[in-house]
């Protein structure tokens, strides 16, 4: 039975996928990879001041921190991408920090990402010249740490009761549980895969976003525990996160702050980056010769202003409502205000499971046909819905800035001024010009 041809929503449009995908960039520069590095845009500034450090210093660390959302996975993947190009040994997978890891868990991790390294060196070369070339220490260290960190596997002769002869029957060692720091451990792999500082080694470590509470005060204390192999020769500590966890982590305990540079923070790309990041996003997907672009670029520049840098939200939010439209009008391109109003109802519902309708109502009545991030008070509240008074125009603001729907932007006489903060509540109050207009 031939099964029917069910044609992508994005082929219409000469596209080959999703130009709004959510997944991080590749660390790889091929335009044969589905999401290359080289869609990556802006933040060249952060990225030379990173390899400069890295390329030019014996060991070094590097703490990258930005919002939720922000891009900093796709930074790391154009980050890892242009130190491969200088000779930089790299892991793929994070080492990621747990709650309660001790220092001995942390640097087993550590450990098994350099095996990853030592594994890929050895793949990527002649077995037969390496063996020659490597000293016998060097070989059976390794040996060795495979089996500290995951096991061996081995076949063992063994026989069988009524059949001739024997068989081979596989079996595993465990990984030992040696009573040490395995910081000795660490600094040699490192001294190895570097071949006397011929090369460098970057260590990712990343996850820590993910902890709150007594477990942030954890990660701070493992960080003093196993600050020392931070100054191993010939290892570069690349420690990546939201903006919390520089105060609450790394600038916790005088030892690790004196060893840690500068933060390298991560703020919100401009309107025009994102404009270039979408225009490339269509140039890599484009299918043969004709391109019609779902969204103008710049008019997604422009919807994403609303979202406050969260790339990501854009992204997934832009993505639905491209569909939505898509669906019905295959292959024609839609505009910023249509897809607005077509996510509109839906932001609307969310908005209600988060605040009364009455305070949404109110919100939605006194910034109708504003800008985005218009400034207003209790005043100018009170004077665009009529049928309240002064006190209750207060007590809306209180409550919409307790649960998060507008902060509080500037303070001027007895005026205190809050802007809506979210670009889905934007969205579903259909706050659709822009700024100036």
Known sequence: MNRPFVASIWTPYGLKDDPFFQTPLE???????????????????????IVSRIVSDTNSRSLIHGAAGVGKTSFISKLKTTLSERDVLMHEEPVRVQAG?????????????????????????????????THKSEREFWARLRRIIGGEDTTARGATMGVVGGQFEPKRIAGEVPEISLFDEVQQALAYLARKGERRVLVHVNNMESLSGSDVAG???????????????????????????EDGIFRVHSQVSSIMPPSTALGPLGEQEVAELIRRRYVHLQRGRMLVEPLPAEEAGMLYARYRGDLRRFLTLTSEGVRQHAMNNPGEPTSMRALVNALADHHWAQLLKRISASDATHLRTALAGEAFDVEFHAASLK?????????????????????????HTRTQGRSVFYQVVDGDVAVALRMLKAPGQ
């Open 219 to 245: 990660a701070a204390m493992l960080m003093q525990q196993v600050r020392d192999v931070f100054l191993a020769p010939y290892g570069h500590w690349l420690f990546v996160g939201t903006s919390d966890i």
């Open 101 to 133: 890891m001790s220092p001995r868990h942390f640097m087993a991790e550590v450990l098994k990402v350099l095996l990853q390294i030592h594994a890929t060196q050895m793949a990527a070369v002649d077995w037969m010249t390496t063996r020659f070339r």
């Open 27 to 49: 660390p790889k520069n091929d335009s044969s990879a589905r999401r290359p590095s080289s869609l990556h845009v802006g933040r060249e500034r952060e990225l030379a001041t």
């Open 383 to 407: 004077r665009r819905v009529e049928t309240i008074s002064q006190p209750t125009a207060s007590a809306v603001i209180s409550r919409l800035t307790e649960a998060g729907i507008i902060a």
